[in-house]
Nanobody, 123 residues
């Protein structure tokens, strides 16, 4: 099965930057929907930056212009560059694969695989 390992989380002051990385192993397909989700205490999980299977990249409105996702299909790695971080970005961030997208809204909602998560704290 697919295994995902995140790294790069930490604590940063508002306005700072962090880069998250994810290494994927296992039966892995470049066309998989893959990307980053996050969940803060007391809040629902949300897709942050996701490469959907049609080749486009979904970004949550709250991170557009600040976060940039990238992937290297040859190395099976994902990255998330996060700039101008805000306290509301504080959450556990998960690398996820084989996700599904709501057909109406186009918002990634579910995934089959995810990593253990990496904490991002902005304060």
């Amino acid at each position: 099965h697919v295994q995902l390992v995140e790294s790069g989380g930490g604590s940063v002051q508002p306005g700072g930057s962090l880069t998250l990385s994810c290494a994927a192993t296992g039966p892995f397909y470049p066309t998989y929907c893959m990307g980053w989700f996050r969940q803060a205490p007391g809040k629902e999980r949300e897709g942050v930056a996701v490469f959907v299977s049609d080749g486009s990249t979904y970004y949550a409105d709250s991170v557009k212009g600040r976060f940039t996702a990238s992937k290297d299909n040859a190395k099976n790695t994902l990255s998330l560059q996060m700039n101008i971080l805000k306290p509301e970005d504080t959450a556990m961030y998960y690398c996820a694969a084989d996700c599904s997208v709501d057909s109406g809204s186009g918002i990634p909602t579910e995934y089959r695989y995810r990593g253990q998560g990496t904490q991002v704290t902005v304060s």
